[in-house]
């Protein structure tokens, strides 16, 4: 993991210097607001001056589409001469780029305004306005991540899953085989190389799996008590994967739906709480007959969750495609439900001991931006224990569910509950909730507007 905020930045640089004498560049890197890394390079020359004394760096950066787009309406772009501000170096965030041809380090920044404040745009300051109520609470937020993705032919002409292959034939193995331990051996060199990339960067890289789908990967990361180095490290393992898969001839595909019959690709968040005394906030005062038993505040969280989930899930699913996974045939949540030990539900609460006890969101998609969906959890908690929030009856295990499609399944329909909400901006930050509706939905008419292949194929010769 990135290491915590001790050394100084020079301190830090040296110390890298002194073990990687060599490296004769180092790329800054910042996340944009689709969870994407932007930034520049820079030589040996400047690691100095840049770790002292910090940087300027354009401020829009954080706020373009999706596309690297500056968007009407939006400060920081070209309407106002798309302004530089002050930037520093995430102490603690100085790695290698092992998969660099010269020996290259890399560094996560941060942007401020010009009176030394965090800059609204950066995802670091919403996810740091989300957890405030927290820590004025002495709660100590555990999490970490879960990303499935695709690993792609990097030679065909049209996106194609890497499936494996039925034994001593070159037919694709049928089926999604869930699990199989087989497909892992497949790939071994390719993820061989992304657990070395992570134990260099220091990205704690745990498990993995093969998912329900032909090609279909999960890779977890290990928990932190640190919600913004949890998200760091989910940004950093999608840069890792994409660039093991680069080298081993696979593209890695982290998009929502990228094949219309199979499943989709998650970004789900366990997250569990401790109080001052280390004890785990959610098991206190436990009152549930369930396994694991729970306590109200757990029931007022996911109530929390719960009710700000359709305003929230502009968030979780950020992108036209993102919207293609939510759907109740493909193990995606659909309904704002919540049960144990239930993998159909929105929110999970998985088998654990009273120590352990957590929650698993399952709602994001691959594509979205961790930052701002753990702001968004954060937000969906602490509003749900403040005002007691008591959830729907909970899905008992084993249960069959109907789904009741409470979570937005289109883009406008989500944007248009986003755009309401009176909740989010008060812990995500005003400017930022305004400024990110005006992007998605600037970019959500673009793509109504485009005429695609299907329009072509369905309708130029029946109409």
Request: glycine share 6%; aromatic share 10%; hydrophobic share 40%.
């Amino acid at each position: 993991m990135i290491k915590k905020r001790t050394a100084s930045r020079s301190t830090e640089v040296s110390r890298y210097l002194r073990k990687n004498p060599k490296t004769a560049a180092m790329e800054l890197l910042i996340p944009d607001m689709h969870g994407v890394l932007k930034g520049k390079r820079i030589r040996k020359r400047d690691f100095e001056k840049v770790v002292t004394d910090g940087f300027f760096f354009c401020a829009g950066i954080t706020l373009l589409d999706a596309l690297g787009k500056t968007v009407p309406g939006i400060p920081y772009s070209e309407a106002d001469g798309d302004p530089d501000l002050p930037s520093k170096l995430v102490a603690g965030s100085i790695a290698p780029v092992p998969w660099a041809k010269a020996p290259t380090a890399q560094a996560m920044f941060r942007i401020f305004d010009t009176d030394g404040t965090p800059f609204f745009g950066d995802p670091r300051t919403v996810l740091e306005n989300a957890i405030k109520p927290f820590k004025k609470k002495n709660i100590k937020i555990v999490m970490a991540t879960e990303l499935e993705f695709y690993l792609l032919d990097a030679d065909t002409a049209e996106p194609t899953a890497r499936a494996p292959l039925v034994p001593g034939t070159g037919r694709p193995q049928p089926g999604p085989q869930v699990y199989h331990p087989d497909d892992l051996w497949e790939i071994e060199p390719f993820m061989d190389d992304v657990y070395a990339y992570c134990d260099a960067q220091n990205v704690p890289a745990d498990s993995a799996i093969s998912e329900y789908a032909q090609g279909q990967f999960e890779i977890n990361l290990r928990h932190v008590d640190d919600p913004i180095l949890a998200c760091d490290h989910a940004v950093l393992l999608k840069r890792a994967i994409k660039a093991a898969a680069k080298k081993h001839g696979f593209v890695a595909c982290f998009m929502a739906k990228p094949f219309s019959e199979d499943a989709g690709n998650g970004l789900h968040i366990h997250m569990s709480m401790y109080d001052k005394n280390a004890k785990n906030y959610f098991s206190q005062g436990r009152e549930s007959l369930a396994i694991p038993p729970f306590s109200a505040r757990l029931r007022h969280a996911v109530g929390g969750l719960l009710k700000l989930m359709p305003e929230s899930t502009a968030l979780f699913a950020p992108n036209m495609n993102s919207f293609r996974r939510l759907r109740a045939d493909m193990f995606a949540p659909v309904d704002t439900n919540w049960g144990v030990n239930h993998r159909v539900v929105a929110i999970r609460i998985p088998a654990a001991d009273e120590k352990n006890l957590r929650f698993e969101h399952r709602v994001a998609g691959a594509d979205a931006n961790p930052y701002l969906v753990t702001a968004a959890i954060l937000a969906g908690v602490d509003h749900g224990i403040r005002n007691k929030i008591t959830p729907p009856r909970m899905i008992e295990q084993g249960e069959e569910i109907t789904p009741k499609l409470r979570i937005p399944n289109r883009w406008d329909r989500a944007l248009d509950k986003f755009s309401r909400s009176k909740v989010l901006p008060a812990y995500l930050g005003d400017e930022y909730c305004r400024y990110f509706a005006i992007n998605r939905r600037n970019e959500c008419e673009e793509f109504h507007n485009e005429v695609s292949t299907l329009d072509y194929d369905w309708y130029l010769r029946s109409m």
